[in-house]
């Protein structure tokens, strides 16, 4: 990190504090587009959100289940669960 600024090393840092909060957000967020979207775009959405997921310490076996039944309504339960505090 030698190469940054001082500004750039406290946005940086910010952000990393920050990530889970914001995944959460991307995650709601994708939920909605799952709703919306159709054809080989809704593909790469549903990558994007089991790498959210993952990252927020979904159980697997419950990323499984997710991704399996590609049901943009089950997503939608397991990010009330993420902001209930159920997964953390």
């Given amino acids: 990190m030698a190469d940054f600024s001082n500004y750039q090393k406290d946005v940086i840092k910010r952000y ?16 909605t587009n799952l709703f919306l979207t159709e054809g080989k775009k809704k593909e790469k959405l549903w990558e994007r959100a089991q790498e959210l997921m993952e990252r927020l310490n979904v159980p ?29």
């Fill in 60 to 88: 697997p076996t419950r990323i499984a289940h997710v991704l399996k039944s590609a049901d943009p309504a089950i997503l939608a339960e397991v990010v009330q669960d993420i902001e209930s505090g159920a997964i953390q």
């Fill in 16 to 31: 990393y504090d920050n990530r889970e909060s914001i995944d959460q957000q991307k995650l709601s967020e994708l939920c």
